[in-house]
């Protein structure tokens, strides 16, 4: 496997798998086939939204796409020990860090974020739950029709069906955690 394109291998490798095209995948993941193209080919690591709907429509939870290693409980990582998935895989404005990799029976997805400034236009919308805690800088978070600033400390937790779009404010970068839940 191309370790520099191991997201967009795996999931080829899924969707190969399932006998299903670029086309039929994108219809199933309400994305464009381009898109698909693009994170197959390693051009582009797409957002925690899209992958969460690219692992439903593949049948597998979010963590198939990154896990190497199985590690026994209690998993630990240490700060310096992080490690930025998809960093390699073409430009995003979100950099990030899973803190779950290894435990191959989690229920949840916890992740350091780093979020540039200009991040897009675009809000997600995807089954399941998401709490964030704003690390530093300021966020500003679009819940529907709602915006909401946050600041360093604050967190949110919501239903992530309702389109959302959790981006830095003041045009400087932020880092949040987040724990992302998606049922299977």
Request: proline share 5%.
């Given at each position: ?31 464009d ?36 290693i ?28 899973p ?20 991040c ?5 919308s ?43 404010a ?15």
């Open positions: 496997m191309d370790e520099d394109n191991k997201l967009g291998s795996r999931i080829r490798t899924y969707r190969e798998k399932l006998g299903i095209t670029q086309e039929e995948l994108a219809e199933r993941t309400g994305t086939a381009d898109l698909i193209r693009d994170v197959e080919d390693g051009n582009v690591y797409p957002p925690v939204g899209v992958l969460i709907k690219l692992s439903r429509a593949l049948g597998k939870r979010l963590g198939t796409f990154t896990d190497d199985v590690v026994k409980d209690p998993l630990i990582t240490r700060a310096s020990g992080r490690t930025e998935e998809g960093s390699s895989q073409g430009k995003s404005h979100y950099h990030y860090f803190l779950g990799k290894g435990k191959t029976d989690r229920h949840m997805d916890p992740l350091f974020i780093q979020i540039d400034p200009e897009g236009e675009k809000t997600s995807h089954e399941g739950e998401e709490f964030i805690m704003v690390l530093s800088g300021r966020i500003e978070l679009t819940y529907g029709r709602e915006k909401h600033m946050l600041e360093p400390g604050d967190s949110v937790y919501y239903n992530s069906l309702i389109p959302h779009k959790v981006s830095a003041d045009d400087r970068p932020a880092e949040i955690f987040a724990m992302i839940y998606v049922p299977f």
